[in-house]
């Protein structure tokens, strides 16, 4: 390979090289892990690790980026969900993989209509990338921050708000291949020449046979199922603390209602599909949200969970048409275009609007959340 191909073009590519040498074919979990954050060493960072992938210059747009209604919108959600928990003193505001920071600041912004909210908020943001932390710092400039590593270093002993969006979708996954010998989980190796990475196939395993879902028993050949341990754990301790402090927990993600067995593993480069495997850290990883398996695990800890819904019915049902409109009427004709644009985009059923899922999860004395079923009076 020429010494401008796309895999020689990366540093974190002579990363991966070298350790699959050393240890051999890794998974697509720790390939994920590996690409996407991966501290600063001699061979480059992970992507999320340094730089700003976000917005119109970056690699992709998420939905707060898109307009400052989405935000807006989950901030009131935000503020009338503690008055339902009965407006506890304080609450642990928490938000993992929070970008730029652009849905905090929205949120904060709409909820200062609620004075007591804000006064009863400790704002703690889960984010890994020493950028994107300075970047957050700014964009929330005026509020007491508190940043940290992962979930379950988030303190313990009040009730939790936490709001998730597009966070689940970049978790490592497992990747299992249905083959002529059996199940047997996808690895990533290198090449004949070792200037590649390539996927390849594991031994068939009994412990993968007894963990498949019972309608993948009598797979034909090829089938691939993914599999995100991750996203269940931290599902998890996230109920886990709504259950022992009360609480309720908001992810948006774009993702599954039901299992399926298909490959969703993507690499987005400069709102573009990229191959996945070639030039690692340079593209965004991310794979559908598997939301019966996070229902799954909230329910199992013992709290509920509401949803899912599409994203473009969640965020109507929490009145964006009625803030679209009061935006357009003090807008000018360019700014009232764009704001019928964004709501296209957020809403369409053949954009973000049902692609993209909300799921609620809340303590069971608590009420149903707004924009979801099964809402409770208060």
Known sequence: MSSDSPQSSTTLFDQLAARIRL?????????????????????????????NPFGAQGDFITAPEISQMFGEMLGLWLADTWANMGAPEKVILAEPGPGRGTLMADALRAARMVPDFIRAIEIHLVEVSPALREIQSEALSGFDITWHNAITELPEGKPLLLVANEFFDALPIHQFEKSPQGWCERLITLNENADELVFALGKPSPLIERGLPDSLRNSAEGTVFEHCPASVLLTGEIARRIKQDGGAALIIDYGRDRFEPTPTLQAIRAHQFHPVLEAPGTADL????????????AEQSG??????????????????????EMLRAGATPGQRESIDQALERLTSPEQMGTLFKAIALHHPEQPSPAGFPDRQSS
């Open 286 to 297: 991310s794979a559908l949200v598997d939301f019966p398996a996070l229902i799954g695990a």
């Open 303 to 324: 709290i509920l969970a509401r949803g899912p819904v599409g994203q473009g019915t969640f965020l109507k049902g929490l009145g964006l048409e009625q803030r679209a």
């Open 23 to 51: 240890e051999g074919a890794i998974t697509v979990a720790d390939y994920m892990s590996e690409v996407l954050t991966a501290p600063r060493g001699k061979s480059g960072a992970g992507y999320y690790m340094e730089g």
